[in-house]
Nanobody, 122 residues
Framework: QVQLVESGGGLVQPGGSLRLSCAAS????????MGWYRQYPGKNKELVAT???????KYEDSVKGRFTISRDNAKNTVYLQMNKLKPEDTAVYYC????????????????WGQGTRVTVSS
């Protein structure tokens, strides 16, 4: 079994910062791309940022310059540093990983965390 567990969400004032973490655990052979998505009520998940195993990153336009995605491959962990937060960043944030498991090392599967809520409000 492979699990992704997020942490770090919470309530923050506009202009503040939060750091989200997502740790992958279980029968992991290797991890390809990892990413963060967010979901507004009644909407589908939307991409926030992704990072490849080599460290190449991509960001959704509205978070460029404010959010930074990074990863620690030794710890199978991906982070999202969120600065200059705005009320419109309020959402549930989900971690995603393309993971090769020990029992199927030739085929990656898409795994999701349980989500962590971020609320930006004064």
């Amino acid at each position: 079994q492979v699990q992704l567990v997020e942490s770090g969400g919470g309530l923050v004032q506009p202009g503040g910062s939060l750091r989200l973490s997502c740790a992958a655990s279980g029968s992991i052979d290797s991890i390809d791309a990892m990413g963060w998505y967010r979901q507004y009520p009644g909407k589908n998940k939307e991409l926030v940022a992704t990072i490849t195993s080599g460290g190449s990153t991509k960001y959704e336009d509205s978070v460029k310059g404010r959010f930074t995605i990074s990863r620690d491959n030794a710890k199978n962990t991906v982070y999202l540093q969120m600065n200059k937060l705005k009320p419109e960043d309020t959402a549930v944030y989900y971690c995603n990983g393309q993971i090769y498991s020990d029992y199927d090392p030739l085929n990656s599967n898409n795994y999701w965390g349980q989500g962590t809520r971020v609320t930006v409000s004064s």
